[in-house]
């Protein structure tokens, strides 16, 4: 079973970095995509970045291009989401996936539906 795990969230100003991490445990499995997504309660699950496993090229959303950045440790066992200049409005809870079934094929990479292993998720909060 490939397990997912977040970590790193927590509270932090307006204007702060903070970075999260996604560790994968269990079987090994290979992947299209690593992908973080970040959500509110009462709302849909909204893309935030995404990485293509063979090469490393990475993909943002607008709402968060030049000021997030998603990376991989040199095992590729963890991905990280750098997140700088933190606004109110980053708040949420993160997540990260993976796409083990080549769906996304980037064009698809910003659908949640397309990543079929998800973790827990981990609480970012930024104080105004």
């Known amino acids: 079973q490939v397990q997912l795990v977040e970590s790193g969230g927590g509270l932090v100003q307006a204007g702060g970095s903070l970075r999260v991490s996604c560790a994968a445990s269990?079987?090994?499995?290979?992947?299209?995509?690593m992908g973080w997504f970040r959500q509110v309660a009462g709302k849909n699950r909204e893309f935030v970045a995404t990485m293509i496993w063979s090469d490393g090229r990475t993909y943002y959303a607008d709402s968060v291009k030049g000021r997030f950045t998603i990376s991989r440790d040199n095992a590729k066992t963890t991905v990280y989401l750098q997140m700088n200049s933190l606004k109110p409005e980053d708040t949420a809870v993160y997540y990260c996936?993976?796409?083990?079934?080549?769906?996304?094929?980037?064009?698809?990479?910003?659908?949640?539906?397309?990543?079929?292993?998800w973790g827990q998720g981990t609480q970012v909060t930024v104080s105004s």
């Open positions: 269990g079987r090994t499995f290979s992947r299209y995509a």
């Open positions: 996936a993976a796409d083990t079934r080549y769906s996304c094929a980037y064009i698809g990479c910003y659908d949640p539906s397309k990543y079929d292993y």
